[in-house]
Each structure stands twice: as structure tokens, then as C-alpha cells.
């Protein structure tokens, strides 16, 4: 017992002993305004204002669309808002379907996303089914381009947990083409 107390008497004294070292540093953070480290093509400020006011930006889209339609000499009915897979169907002089999903996007921009659904309806009516790419423009010069079966091969790269799939808008653009 006397050994035991000796050992705890000095394992008390060496905790009365301890002091703390000085701090370490491990991390740092630099707090800057966004204004600071916009880039310069958005410095006229036109790019956050558009990318804030999507519905706009949705609205213009479809109104172009439909133009388009009716200069196919198609019926384009607007579907409601939470259609799923599609915005416009557009009905042609032979009574056939066109469903077209919709996607406006300001000029510049670089990428847009299509949801699981869209995918899926675009494979189950390929020959039918219309991406529509719009390029609005800061001056009301928007740009309508096609792109029929967008998803072709998609299918077996469609994974059963994949909710959305961003795609490139530069390559979409490249390959779609004037509305027909």
C-alpha cells in the first residue's frame, strides 16, 4: 500500500506540473466579398441578374419554342409546369405527337441538367421526342435549335439511383439544329 500511495502521490504532483503549450495553428479561412473575385465577364453585372431570374429566362424559352411550332405549321400546347418529361406537345399536320423538353439557357452559359424523367421519356418516344436548346440573349435575341433522340444510347448508362445528369451545353449546341 505504502509503494501504491508513493506512485499516486507523484502521479498527482506531475498532473500539478503540467501546463499548456502554446496553440498550433491548423487552419485559416479568408472571409472575401463575391464582388471581389467576380469574373470579369460578369462585371457588367448582366450574367448574375439573368441567372437569378430563371423563369424569365424559362418563359422566353417556350415562347420561342412555340414560335417555332407554329412556323412548322404545328398546334404547340404548353403543358402545366410540373409536367413531368416535357413542356411543349406540339401536334403536326398528320396528327402526330412531338413532345419537346425545353431548355433555356443565357447566352454563355455552360452546362444544363435533364432529370431522370426527362432521360426516360426521351428513350420511350425517341423518334418523337424533341430536346429544344434556347439561347436567350440580353437583347431579346433568342435562338431556337433541335435536337431529336438526344438521349440515343443513354439507356444502359442510366443509373437506377441517378436522379439528374448534367450535360455539356456547348456540345449540345454544336450538334442540335435548326427546328424541323
Known amino acids: 500500500l505504502s509503494d501504491r500511495l508513493q506512485r ?4 498527482l504532483e506531475q498532473e500539478r506540473q ?9 487552419g485559416a479561412a479568408l472571409i472575401v466579398p463575391a464582388a471581389l473575385v467576380r469574373p470579369a465577364t460578369e462585371a ?7 441567372a437569378r431570374q430563371t423563369a ?3 418563359r422566353r424559352a417556350v415562347d420561342a419554342v412555340k414560335a417555332a411550332e407554329r412556323r412548322l405549321g404545328r398546334t404547340p400546347h404548353e403543358m402545366p409546369h410540373a409536367n413531368p418529361g416535357y413542356d411543349i406537345e406540339s401536334q403536326d399536320g398528320e396528327r402526330h405527337l412531338h413532345f419537346i423538353e425545353v431548355k433555356g439557357r443565357i447566352a454563355g452559359a455552360d452546362t444544363v441538367i435533364v432529370t431522370r424523367t426527362e ?3 426521351g428513350l420511350n418516344a425517341a423518334e418523337r421526342y424533341v430536346l429544344a436548346l434556347v439561347r436567350i440573349g440580353p437583347d431579346g435575341d433568342d435562338e431556337v435549335r433541335y435536337l431529336r433522340d438526344p438521349f440515343a444510347g443513354k439507356s444502359d448508362r442510366l443509373h437506377f439511383a441517378e ?6 451545353w456547348g456540345k449540345l449546341w454544336a450538334v442540335a439544329g435548326a427546328p424541323s
Open 8 to 11: 499516486r502521490i507523484a502521479e
Open 44 to 50: 457588367n453585372g448582366d450574367a448574375p441578374r439573368w
Open 119 to 121: 432521360v426516360l421519356t
Open 163 to 168: 436522379t439528374s445528369t448534367v450535360f455539356d
Open 56 to 58: 424569365e429566362v424559362e
Open 18 to 26: 503540467l501546463q499548456a503549450l502554446p496553440p498550433v495553428v491548423v
